[in-house]
């Protein structure tokens, strides 16, 4: 079925007529969803519509019930419909945006960490891990693209650390708790007095530290700001134990937002793939085009800035000290 056709069921389904604007947001790499602004009699609304081509089994009614428990615990937008047999899910509009500048603002930053508290204080039926999909079809991908492509080799190696690093984190035994994780700055929405968290195609159980690294780093909150936040958070101060996941967590999202970024390039693009040098790498949260670029190059562009800085992280004195707080030293992280 049509986009169009689609829409035009889901204004059939909220009662609204022709009069009722139809707005795309802007499109995504990722060919999972499309989502529309609809206005009508003054009110706005979302509509994400999934291509259920792409959805394997249970998928799309984890996500929708994710998004309706999120909804009605305030911490993302109030679900008013959640179909996952045709994959149409209605929401309030935040009258909010991401944040323009990075870092963030105090109030801004505190108000992203009591969202995130109460998001790790939530509990949801069934064990969700929805992120464990994506990360599965993006480490086919890369370990394909780069199998293929020589100059690619970086990313080979990127996925075994990354794996690595993954198990012994996950050897400490932390409980595991709900997270976004995916917490990109377009995915955070600040209406002028809190923050919202919206898109929950990425949500798990899981160590909360790594939504925690995943803000800090996407938002640009550090220094004495981060310290802020993470106060905020735990209304106490970070312990070293603590401030070592964080460090290591922070590997671990460079490396995967690098991973699935690459596995986002069109295919018709990868022969190109091997043209890249070292001048195209930049700050790996800069989403913006430059000129006359595609989009699937810049998605290439972001996904070789992610993994060098991953990389590099990783290979850092603080990656070594943090490893070491944590007793994790016996394995190569």
């Known amino acids: 079925m049509s986009a169009d056709a689609r829409i035009a069921g889901v204004l059939q389904l909220l009662g609204l007529g022709d009069d009722a ?23 706005r609304r979302v509509a994400r519509l999934i291509d259920l081509r792409f959805a394997e089994e249970g998928v799309v009614p984890t996500e929708f019930r994710a998004a309706r428990l999120l909804g009605e615990q305030g911490v993302g937008p109030r679900v008013q419909h959640a ?8 929401m309030d509009e935040i009258d909010g945006t991401p944040a323009v500048t990075r870092p963030l603002t105090r109030w801004q930053a505190l108000s992203l960490a009591r969202v995130l508290r109460e998001l790790h204080t939530l509990e949801m039926d069934g064990e969700p891990r929805l992120q464990v999909h994506k990360e599965r079809l993006a480490t086919e991908a890369v370990n394909g693209v780069a199998a293929r492509i020589p100059e690619l ?13 993954r198990a012994a984190l996950a050897r400490l035994g932390i409980a595991d708790r709900l997270c976004h994780n995916d917490l990109n700055r377009g995915n955070v929405v600040f209406d002028g007095v809190r923050a919202w968290l919206i898109d929950f195609d990425h949500l798990g159980i899981g160590d909360p530290m ?8 996407s938002q640009g909150i550090d220094g004495e700001l981060a310290e802020e936040f993470l106060l905020a958070y735990f209304d106490r101060p970070a312990d ?4 070592a996941r964080l460090e290591l967590m922070a590997c671990l999202v460079l490396l995967r937002y690098g991973l699935s970024a690459l596995s986002l390039v069109p295919a018709e693009m990868h ?12 700050d790996p949260f800069d989403f913006s085009r430059r000129d006359n670029e595609e989009v699937g ?37």
């Not at 790594?210 to 780093?217: E, G, Q, T």
């Not at 070293?240 to 401030?243: C, L, N, P």
Request: no cysteine; proline share 6%.
């Open 153 to 165: 080799a970086l990313y080979r190696e990127a996925s075994e650390r990354f794996d690595t690093l």
């Open 83 to 90: 179909d996952p047999g045709t994959g149409v899910l209605v």
């Open 240 to 243: 070293a134990a603590e401030m």
């Open 21 to 43: 604007t139809v707005r795309p947001f802007p499109a995504t790499p990722t060919p999972w969803a499309s989502t529309y602004s609809i206005e009508a009699d003054g009110t």
């Open 271 to 282: 022969d190109r793939l091997r043209t890249w040098t070292p001048d195209m790498l930049g």
């Open 297 to 333: 190059w810049l998605v290439f562009r972001l996904s070789l800035s992610f993994v060098h800085a991953g990389m590099a992280r990783l290979d850092a004195d603080a990656a070594t000290r943090a490893a070491e707080t944590l007793g994790l030293l016996g394995a190569r992280v």
């Open 210 to 217: 790594y939504d925690l690294a995943n803000a800090m780093l």
